[in-house]
């Protein structure tokens, strides 16, 4: 079966850090750029990150630039989004997807306390 999965979120308190996992199965990502999206309640979806495998290529978002990172693990199929220095307006379900297809992971939840 062709999926992500995403694990690593939780509740954390602002100034700390959480590790994202986007585990892919049944395909091989880096045929593919990898993205981080969020959402929280009553808000759009917003693109925070993504990862181009074949030449190594990362975007961010402004609202997030110094503070997260993403990388891939290619012998664990997993790319990862490292969140330090949380904001409470981090908050949100946040979703890793394969641009340009339907694959896309359930989503895992963060939400930063003040």
């Known amino acids: 079966e062709v999926q992500l999965v995403e694990s690593g979120g939780g509740l954390v308190q602002a100034g700390g850090s959480l590790r994202l996992s986007c585990a892919a199965s049944g395909f091989t990502f880096d045929d593919y750029v990898i993205g981080w999206f969020r959402q929280a309640p009553g808000k759009e979806r917003e693109g925070v990150s993504c990862?181009?495998?074949?030449?190594?290529?990362?975007y961010y978002a402004d609202s997030v630039k110094g503070r997260f990172t993403i990388s891939s693990d290619n012998a664990k199929n997993t790319v990862y989004l490292q969140m330090n220095s949380l904001k409470p307006e981090d908050t949100a379900v946040y979703y890793c997807n394969a641009l340009g297809t339907s694959i896309r992971g359930q989503g895992t939840q963060v939400t930063v306390s003040s």
């Open positions: 990862f181009t495998s074949s030449d190594g290529s990362t």
